[in-house]
């Protein structure tokens, strides 16, 4: 089966087997892929590092100023590796809807994972829960974020628009962060539910904002990248 199913050789596999090692290595662009793993590395243990702490400390800011360090090393390299091998394409830097579709990604996944956190420490500190009670109490609010991302996904697909679903994600997100606010020892179980649930509902609702615009206005070509870069900045906000 694996014969039968390996891929014949073409032109340019040819080529690259019979390339010789160094000519290999750069074509496969170590330089870039090292600095930036290695910036992204330190930049994600300082957040980690800082996340717990109310100071700055030494090894915070060694870790801070690696990351600057590498990443300059990457953006560097970037600006002079040859067009066809950069990780990142060059003219997917000047696109603004990308890196818009980033930030938004970041600032979603930050309320998101923020919400699960601090909802939880709510329900310990004030209603006096355990932390297996606390996690029940969040169901309606996972709940809500899986039944509207579903929903989105169907809904899009089938209309063919996604702004309108965006942005009634994001005016529900709000309306449903500034309810949280209500909450306290004394509010209604009921009513708890459905503020939850309609949080939610909110995140759910934009929850592929980062997604489905780079699909729709890049090229099929530029996804992985589009798709890792969005990956990474959501992982960032969380």
Not at 38 to 51: K, N
Not at 73 to 95: D, K, S, T, Y
Not at 99 to 117: E, K, Q, T
């Amino acid at each position: 089966m694996l014969v039968v199913a390996y891929p014949s050789e073409t032109a340019q596999s040819k080529l690259l087997i019979s390339m010789p090692f160094w000519d290999k290595l750069l074509y496969l662009d170590p330089i870039g892929a090292t600095s930036l793993i290695t910036g992204l590395s330190f930049l994600t243990a300082f957040l980690e590092s800082y996340s717990t702490s109310i100071e700055f400390s030494g090894s915070d800011i060694g870790l801070l100023v690696a990351a600057i360090l590498f990443l300059l090393i990457f953006a560097l390299h970037l600006a002079f590796v040859r067009l066809g091998l950069a990780i990142i394409p060059r003219h997917m830097i000047a696109e603004r809807m990308l890196w818009s579709c980033c930030c938004a990604s970041f600032f979603l996944f930050a309320g998101f994972i923020n919400f699960v956190f601090f909802l939880s420490m709510f329900f310990q500190s004030a209603l006096l829960q355990s932390p297996e009670e606390s996690a029940i109490s969040l169901l309606p609010y996972i709940v809500g974020v899986s039944v509207a991302t579903a929903l989105t996904d169907a809904l899009v697909g089938w209309a063919r628009y996604y702004n309108p679903f965006f942005l009634l994600g994001g005016l529900v997100f709000s309306v449903g962060a500034g309810l949280i606010l209500t909450l306290n020892a004394r509010t209604p179980e009921i009513l708890r539910m459905v503020i939850l649930a309609l949080l939610g509902a909110g995140a759910g609702f934009v929850m592929l904002s980062g997604v489905a615009p780079c699909h729709t206005h890049l090229s099929e070509r530029d996804h992985p990248v589009a798709n890792g870069l969005i990956f990474f900045f959501s992982l960032l906000g969380a």
